[in-house]
């Protein structure tokens, strides 16, 4: 079994748990408001797709997009995981910053593929403290698949903190991801910092 297998094996577990266990105080949030989130953040998503922009371009605009619409704390931090209790203070606040970058240039480069495409919102639905927000991807030459956002209000303001392409959870597979990462560095955080810097 590989790292990445062992990691995925032990943290799936715990975290299709936590993955929807966000603070409930304050949930003010409602569907409209969580459709109207992901309507804007669709249509911007589209406006790139259809821009003709180089990659590296798209890349810099889906980053601004992340750190627009996402809860960007809280992916960081469910990504680090246990390993964020024995991390200072100045390695939390880099690894968050080279994070979403990193997730910018994944996931951008994922949403680039739609080029010809487009999302469609779809509708959106309670699901426990959050709304599940459900798109279509359509793309030229290909089947329609879902992509769907988590969206809560626990920051104060409605913001997606995780994200289904294909049925791939983002904060499960970002977490195994880091965790892979840890481990092939026995468990030195700067260094794994060093590696997410390039990955993505």
Do not use: C
Request: aromatic residues 10%; proline residues 2%.
């Amino acid at each position: 079994m590989t790292v990445f297998s062992r990691r995925f094996a032990i943290v799936a577990p715990v975290a299709a748990g936590l993955a929807t266990a966000l603070p409930q105080e304050g949930f003010a949030l409602s569907t409209s408001e969580a459709q109207s989130l992901v309507d804007k953040l669709v249509a911007d998503i589209n406006k790139v797709i259809a821009s003709g922009k180089s990659e590296a371009a798209m890349i810099k605009e889906f980053e601004r997009i992340f750190a627009r619409y996402s809860d960007t704390s809280y992916v960081a931090s469910y990504a680090m995981g246990a390993d964020g209790r024995r991390a200072t203070a100045a390695q939390k606040k880099k690894f968050s910053a080279t994070f979403n970058g990193y997730i910018a240039r994944k996931y951008g480069k994922r949403f680039r593929e739609f080029i010809g495409g487009r999302l469609e919102p779809q509708g959106a639905k309670q699901v426990k403290n959050y709304y599940a927000v459900s798109t279509t991807a359509l793309l030229r030459g290909e089947a329609p698949f879902d992509v769907t956002f988590h969206v809560s209000d626990r920051t104060g303001k409605s913001l997606f903190f995780n994200m289904y392409v294909e049925g791939i959870n983002m904060l499960l597979t970002e977490r195994a991801e880091v965790g892979a990462m840890l481990d092939k560095r026995k468990g030195d955080i700067d260094a794994m910092i060093l590696d997410l810097a390039k990955a993505g």
